[in-house]
């Protein structure tokens, strides 16, 4: 089961453990392991950005709620995951607020509705913060968004790399 603020619980493989979904500022200390996840997966686009300033930029977003705010997926004590709302993720489209970013799971769990749980969260947050539409960018998980009614919004290169550039409508009160 994986439960998120809402008290809602969404099935998923594993219904022997219990995933929780919950604000990164109440797991503070996973914010090293965190950066350390992170600056693994997405280094590459941004080369300068030292591990330390990475873990530092989490903990800054690391909000319970509103925007910024990062979420976790915590399994039997050991962070599996994440997604993040935040004000800007692509410094070259500062016109496009907010986005969805960070979303990472290890891969020992993924393709178990994880990354969809983590999402759905944001998404609630993005929504009682009222906002009405969001963004994010992928380099390979297009597919994974579109199944969660992401559109494509445009196609660009970005710190070279290819990247889509997606939208989703929020419905208020989500």
């Known amino acids: 089961m994986i439960h998120g603020r809402s008290g809602l619980s969404t099935p998923h493989q594993s219904e022997s453990m219990t995933v929780h979904i919950i604000p990164l500022a109440d797991r503070i200390e996973f914010v ?56 800007l993720d692509m410094k070259t ?16 769990f993924r393709h178990q509705g994880i990354a969809s749980a983590l999402i759905a969260r944001c998404e609630t947050e993005a929504a009682q913060s009222g906002v009405t539409q969001w963004y994010l960018f992928t380099e390979s998980a297009a597919d994974l968004y579109r199944k969660l009614g992401w559109q494509h919004f445009e196609q660009c290169d970005y710190k070279g790399a290819t990247v889509d550039i997606m939208v989703k409508d929020i419905s208020p009160g989500c």
Do not use: C, Q
């Open 32 to 87: 090293r392991e965190l950066a350390e996840l992170h600056h693994s997966e997405w280094g590459h686009f941004n080369p300068s950005f030292t591990l330390d300033m990475r873990a530092e930029a989490i903990e800054k977003a690391a909000r319970r709620e509103g925007i910024p705010s990062v979420f976790i997926a915590v399994k039997e004590g050991e962070l599996i995951g994440s997604a993040a709302l935040i004000e």
């Open 93 to 108: 489209r500062p016109d496009l607020y907010p986005w969805l970013a960070a979303v990472y799971v290890k891969e020992k």
